[in-house]
């Protein structure tokens, strides 16, 4: 019961500290009884930070893609589908700072690491001008049955996030997963192709026809599932489709 308690006071902090009305005494009291820390260092968060500490922040590993081409972001889908841009805000590695932004996003049940790096990167591409091109972003969508374990589904996190800073709507109910597809992490490409093979579908086409869409997902690697869902989006008639992504693995 206890436990119940505090983690609902835990959740409803999490979102009311980015509210400027929240009294000063409340959020000391609270900091007290839950420590405060970057998701990507582990080290203590200062005052006015919010969930990645600064040091953190201005030392992430920035694509920058939205300010000059990227040829190796750009090839992950040359020839295979016809995209107006691809946009990836940070490069992946394995061990670093960016994995575990990541993976405690997806795992760890802090679905405002999505929504926080979304505004930031929102920020960023609005001021590229890539606002103007687009009507709406539609995340990546997570099996139901996965969702209900999870909570959350972190694409939508990401572009809540991104429609923020951006200005441009978004709907988590245009694209949907049909099928219930086993983790891809040690999958081939060819593997995670056939795993994603009619995945995804539209339900009301007449909603994107003619549209300006932006997929939105937390990472690409391979590029079977994104490649999945834009061949889905395609078919059902938008008029123009960007990626814009969390990460991009080298």
């Known amino acids: 019961m206890i436990f119940a308690v505090t983690t609902d006071v835990m959740l409803i902090y999490k979102k009311a500290r980015r509210f400027s009305f929240v009294p000063t005494m409340f959020r000391a009291f609270l900091d007290l009884l839950f420590p405060r820390y970057c998701l990507a260092c582990h080290g203590a968060l200062a005052r006015g930070e919010e969930t990645v500490c600064l040091t953190c922040r201005q030392n992430l590993p920035f694509t920058e ?30 061990g670093g700072n960016v994995q575990r932004l990541l993976h405690a996003l997806k795992y760890k049940n ?5 929504d926080l790096l979304g505004r930031w990167y929102g920020n960023e591409l609005r001021e590229a001008g890539l606002h103007e ?19 959350y589904n972190q694409s939508d996190c990401f572009a809540r996030g991104l429609s923020e800073a951006m200005g441009v709507a ?3 109910e245009i694209l949907k997963k049909a099928k219930n597809t086993t983790t891809q992490t040690r999958m081939t ?24 869409l932006a997929l939105v997902d937390d990472v690409i690697t391979t590029g079977a599932t994104l490649e999945a869902c834009a061949e889905t989006l395609i078919a059902c008639g938008c008029s123009e489709l ?9």
């Open 65 to 94: 893609s939205h300010l000059r081409p990227n040829e190796t972001l750009n090839q992950k889908f040359w020839g295979r589908i016809p995209l107006a841009s691809v946009q990836a805000y940070l490069t992946f590695t394995k």
């Open 133 to 151: 091109r687009l009507d709406l972003l539609v995340p990546v969508p997570l099996h139901p049955k996965k969702q209900k374990v999870r909570g």
């Open 110 to 114: 802090h679905p405002e690491i999505g």
């Open 189 to 212: 490409r060819s593997e995670r192709l056939k795993n994603v093979e009619a995945a995804f579908f539209v339900e009301n086409p007449v909603l994107i026809a003619g549209k300006r």
């Open 170 to 172: 978004w709907s988590d």
């Open 242 to 250: 960007h990626l814009i992504t969390i990460a991009t693995a080298i």
